[in-house]
Structures are given as C-alpha cells and as structure tokens.
C-alpha cells in the first residue's frame, strides 16, 4: 500500500495547456493508494475531455455548481466535507485571484472556500502573468492563509516565452505533496479492532448486556486509522458515529462478535486489539416467545461464551500483536498481568474501573499498558489521547517484535 492510501483527495483542474499534466497527478495519486475525485473549471473542458478523468479517477467527474443531478450524488458540501486534501492542479492565475478574494462563483472555488481539508494549489501561466504584482500579492495571500503553493518552475513555455510559470512536474507535485504529510508509521499494517459491548439474547425482546460505550475501542481505531493503517472495527451495539477511513463490522452477540473477528483475522493482521466488553455467558437457550411473567422466581441458566481474544491470541494465524484489555477494581497490576500471561497477551491495557471520574461512559481515561516483556507505562487523557499514545506503543512493539524475527533469522 502507498503513502496515500485510503486519502480522499480532490485534483482541481482549471483552464491551462498544463491541464493533460493533471490526468497524471491523478494516475499517480491512485497509485499511492489514494482515492481520487475530479472537479474540472469551465475553462478546462477546453483542454481536456471529463472522460479521460472519469477513467483515470475511476469517479463521475463534478464540473457544474448548480446542476441538480450532480448535487443530487455528491454535493458541493458533501464534496467539501469528504476531501482529506485539494489540489489545484494546474491553478490558472484567475483561478489564484478568486481564491485570494474568496468568491465562491463555481463549483472548484465553492469546494476550496467550503473545505477545511489542507489545500494545496500548484500555478500554471504564462511568466508575465506569474511575475506580474497582483499574482504574487494573491500568492501571498494565500501561503499566508496557510495554502501550500508548489511550484511553478522555470523553463520553456507553451506561448513560446522561456520563464517562470511552467506547472511543476506531477512526480514532483506528488513528492512536494507526500513531503509535508505527517507520518504514517502504520502504512500497510492491517489492524483489527474489537469495541462495545455485546448483546446476548433471552428472547426476541429481552438481553443481557453491560454499561460499554465503545469510546476507547473508536478512538483506537480512529487512532490506527490516522496512523496510517487499514483498520477493521468490530463492534457490539454503540451510539457512536464511525471514525474516518475505517471498516466497521457491526454485531450483536459474542458469538457473532468472534466469527467477525475470525474472518477479519483469517486475511492477515498485524495487530488485533480486543476492547470490546464482550458477555462472559449467554443465556442457555433463547427463547422463540416473550418470557412472560409468573408468581414464582425465576432462574437463567447460563453458558460461558468463547473467549475472543484467547481464541486469537491461540489461532495458526496468530497476528504478531495481540493486545487485550482489563477492568478491574482492586489489585489491578496482579490481575492484568495474570490475564496477559493466561491469555498469551503481548501486552494488556488495565484500567481502575473503581475510579469515578474514568471507565464506561467517560471521555477520560488512565490506563497501564503492561507488556509480556515486562514494561509498564501509564498514560492519562482523553480517550482519544490516550489511544494515540497507546497505537504508538504498539507501533514500537510491532517494529521491535519485527526486528528480533529478522535477527533471528539472520543469526
Ligand atoms: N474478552 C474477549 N472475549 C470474551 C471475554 C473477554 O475477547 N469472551 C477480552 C476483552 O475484550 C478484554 C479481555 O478479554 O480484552 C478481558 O479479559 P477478561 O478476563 O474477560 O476480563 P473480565 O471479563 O473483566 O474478567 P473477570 O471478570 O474474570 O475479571
């Protein structure tokens, strides 16, 4: 996998000869791994045809503001809101103007006002108009503004002039680009990711079930996500709104929960991490009717579930990392680590569930991550501060456990 994947990336094209440059940015962004969407000015349907891009982009090409079929799919907002990142490639020196003043009187500048994604705008013009004060006034307007300009470069023009104003070359707008991205150290690791808790039937109206909200086993994924890594969460019952750039598998019951994970497993994983609150038993037997009410008592037999992460931890395909989680009230370190090492943990995250500003519902958490190596480390925050840190722990892990396998192998 590339240094973009799973990005959502828009590519402005406005009216140049530099436009048929944009059709490879688009080539080499999807090599990247990147997903790819083109809005064309009016000005650039003179240079170079929507179905060449369409082709390359693999997506519908957006060229009108107000058409109502076009709005009806992808919307200028909608379009705004999904894009990780907007390239203006070639950016004509109109093109540059608007954006300075901040109109919105098409479809590329209402997108470019609306988004708050990184936008990046690569020039292409003839050198009079690049050196002339009022380009370089609404360039400066815009590196102020925090818009990346890359380019132009020198040399020979397509008006047969030689100068500044030449469309930087697409390898090199994808390397200026990739440059200034934070860094990814999960790119092309497959991580698996269980969260909530789950929902074990009595019958078709009633279950067991426990106070989870699935918030750490978000944030991680969210975490993992931004890190760079292809992210599958699994996930019991939640009210919470998916991270970006995840797949998520929804389930009810543990059972469902382990054949979920299974199958996300089976594919190769890099890390599995359990979060979830997964139900230790399940009623017996569901009931086909309402379990109506009588005077006397009323007992529920119950029967262990399988132990997800145990299960994984022990699978043929093992995953390198796999992480567990612990609640516990008292004499937290001993309980943790006698989990990690009966469960055959890599590292166990505990949490003092006896504390009341942390635990289910909170936004806060205070974990200790206790590795099978020894090594303990305490962290504090939010949750999604605390799954960052957590997600480069792992990382650590992983790299280190990878290091030792190839010194092994090597010695
Ligand atoms: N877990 C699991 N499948 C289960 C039960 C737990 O995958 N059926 C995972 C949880 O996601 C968590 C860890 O195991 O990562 C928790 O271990 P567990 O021993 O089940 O904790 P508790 O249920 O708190 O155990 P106890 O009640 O014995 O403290």
Partial sequence: MGHLSNRNIIIGVSGGIAAYKAAELVRLLRREGAIVRVIMSRGALAFITPLSMQALSGNPVHTELLDEDAEMGMGHIELARWADMLILAPATADVIARLAQGRADDLLTTVALATT????????????????????????????????????????????????????????????????????????????????????????????????????????????????????????????????HISRVDVESAQEMLAAVMDAVSSGTDIFIAAAAVADYRPISVEAQKIKKTESELSLALVRNPDILKTVANATNRPPLVIGFAAETHQVAQHANLKLVTKSLDAIVANDVSRSDIGFNSDYNAVALFTALGSEITLEGSKRVVAESLIAAFTEMLESKATNIMGTTNG
Wanted: with cysteine; glycine share 10%; charged share 15%.
């Fill in 117 to 244: 994604a990184p936008l990046y705008v690569a020039p292409a013009m003839n050198q009079n108009m690049w050196l002339n004060p009022a380009t370089a006034t609404n360039i400066a307007t815009l590196t102020e503004r925090g818009i990346t300009v890359v380019g132009p470069i020198a040399g020979d023009q397509a008006c047969g002039d030689n100068g500044p104003g030449r469309l930087l070359e697409p390898v090199e707008m994808l390397a200026a680009i990739t440059n200034r991205l934070p860094a990814r150290p999960l790119g092309g690791k497959r991580v698996v990711i269980t969260a909530g808790p789950t929902r074990e039937a009595l019958d078709p109206v009633r279950y067991l079930s426990n106070h989870s909200s699935g918030k750490m086993g978000f944030a991680l994924a969210g975490a993992a996500a931004e890190a760079g890594a292809e992210v599958v969460l699994i996930t019991g019952p939640v009210a919470l709104e998916s991270p970006d």
